[in-house]
């Protein structure tokens, strides 16, 4: 079974200091990894996606993840916030295998608060 | 390109009547589309995969007779709350992965917020 951990539930920085959000994975297979954003009353949007590919992936808004296979991480970034990076982020996992019912695992979220 | 649309963005019934959220791929074929139920402040719980033209397959702990979903095409699923009750309230995103991609890239609508009252 999958899973995703991701270390705290809000994270805050200033304007313009780096961001860094956490996500551990648990997989016995290869995975594929993902990082999504969320504002208020709204679906999922993809910042970027990990496909064993190059293990440092960027992403839109100036986000990136580096996929550490020895850590089990994917942890994302920005060098710098801006105010409208205030949201909710989930970490997901999915298997590399191409099944017909292949399945997000989705962490519980962290929101992220952006201060003037 | 790959947009998601839900429809509607948001409803309110009354206890003991069916509810219906459509999900569409606006631009691209979908044979796989996933239906997840969020709670305040909380993270994502897949409740059903369906693939289209066959039988969704449920998760553990969600009633398949209460919440109906029907893949009628490459372009639209549909999700019935049926007899909803004050509980079911919640927000609903559906999800829609296009055809011939083999990394689980799943595609998210924005979500219908149902209150039952």
């Known amino acids: 079974a999958q899973s995703v951990t991701q270390l705290g539930s809000h994270v805050s920085v200033s304007e313009g200091a780096l961001v860094l959000l956490r996500c551990n994975y648990s997989?016995?297979?290869?995975?594929?990894l993902f990082w999504y954003v969320q504002y208020p009353n709204q679906g999922l949007q993809l910042l970027l996606k990990?496909?064993?590919?190059?293990?440092l992936v960027k992403g839109i808004n100036g986000f990136e993840a580096e996929f550490k296979k020895s850590e089990t991480s994917f942890h994302l970034t920005k060098p710098s916030a801006h105010m409208s990076d205030a949201a909710e982020y989930f970490c997901a996992v999915s298997d590399q295998v191409n099944t017909g019912f292949q399945k997000l695992v989705f962490g519980t979220g962290t929101r992220l608060l952006v201060s003037p | 390109g790959a947009v998601v649309s839900q429809h509607p963005s948001r409803v309110i019934c009354k206890s003991g009547t069916s509810v219906k959220i459509e999900c569409r791929s606006l631009d691209f074929q979908a044979t796989t589309m996933f239906w997840y139920r969020q709670f305040p402040k909380k993270s994502l719980m897949l409740m059903a995969t369906s693939n289209e033209g066959s039988k969704a397959t449920y998760e553990q702990g969600v009633e398949k007779d209460k919440f109906l979903i029907n893949h009628a095409s490459l372009t639209l699923s549909t999700l019935t709350v049926t007899s909803a009750h004050p509980e079911d309230s919640s927000f609903y995103i559906c999800?829609?992965?296009?055809?011939?991609?083999?990394?689980?890239?799943?595609?998210f609508g924005p979500g219908t917020r149902l209150t039952v009252l």
């Open positions: 997989s016995s297979v290869p995975p594929y």
């Open positions: 990990y496909t064993s590919a190059a293990t």
């Open positions: 999800s829609a992965r296009p055809a011939g991609v083999s990394y689980n890239e799943q595609f």
